[in-house]
């Protein structure tokens, strides 16, 4: 090196990596982290930097998609309530079954998501109540018990149940088959023993406990 060459530059080192925004569907991402953050620890742990760390992306990344933990929770809510109606909706359209057989396919669509989602569907009664609950949410509660309601409607115009308003039979209905998720969740009853006596339950909720 002759005295008049420049001191050679210090090698640069390669810049770290950026943290990525997401990968793939990061809202997706988030409420599948955000339910089995549910599922595992409860409500009170959900929390959307803890989320955004156990999916791998920025701390402020969530914020493109809910504002707020609030937001987050009603999202978790749509969501599940959009599964359970595409259950209960899977569970009417089966041809061939009788009234009786139609509403027994239908609680056990209930009672199975229940069985199997039991904080979500905690979560989903808590968000609908709530004041602040979105129209979107609104709606889709309305379709999981238009879902009964309408069957109740249908059977009467078929003249297989008795007449009376289709929204209050509606409602004994769902608290009937609300009241199995209920004991099942307080391991009062096994859900395993509470899905075999299931269209015994039905045909009781039907045809009620006077002798014939």
């Given amino acids: 090196m002759s005295p008049s060459s420049p001191p050679p530059s210090p090698s640069r080192q390669p810049s770290p990596p950026s943290r990525p925004y997401h990968h793939g569907d990061l809202r997706a991402a988030l409420l599948k982290s955000a339910e089995r953050t549910l599922r595992e620890k409860g409500v009170g742990a959900l929390s959307l930097r803890e989320l955004a760390r156990d999916i791998g992306v920025s701390h402020a990344a969530p914020g493109r998609h809910f504002k707020d933990k609030r937001a987050l929770l009603d999202a978790l809510a749509l969501d599940g309530y959009e599964r359970l109606n595409r259950?209960?909706?899977?569970?009417?359209?089966?041809?061939?079954?009788?009234?009786?057989?139609?509403?027994?396919?239908l609680a056990r669509a209930y009672l199975g998501f229940a069985v199997e989602n039991p904080e979500l569907l905690e979560l989903m009664f808590a968000r609908k109540h709530h004041p602040d609950s979105s129209a979107q949410l609104v709606s889709a509660v309305d379709e999981s018990l238009g879902s009964i309601t309408r069957l109740i409607a249908d059977a009467q115009e078929r003249g297989e149940i008795v007449q009376g308003d289709p929204e209050r039979i509606t409602t004994i209905a769902a608290a009937s088959l609300h009241g199995l998720a209920a004991l099942i969740a307080s391991c009062a009853l096994d859900p395993d023993e509470a899905l075999t006596g299931l269209d015994e339950h039905v045909h009781l909720l039907l045809h009620g406990l006077k002798p014939r």
């Fill in 87 to 105: 259950a209960l909706a899977g569970a009417t359209e089966q041809p061939g079954l009788t009234f009786e057989g139609r509403l027994a396919a």
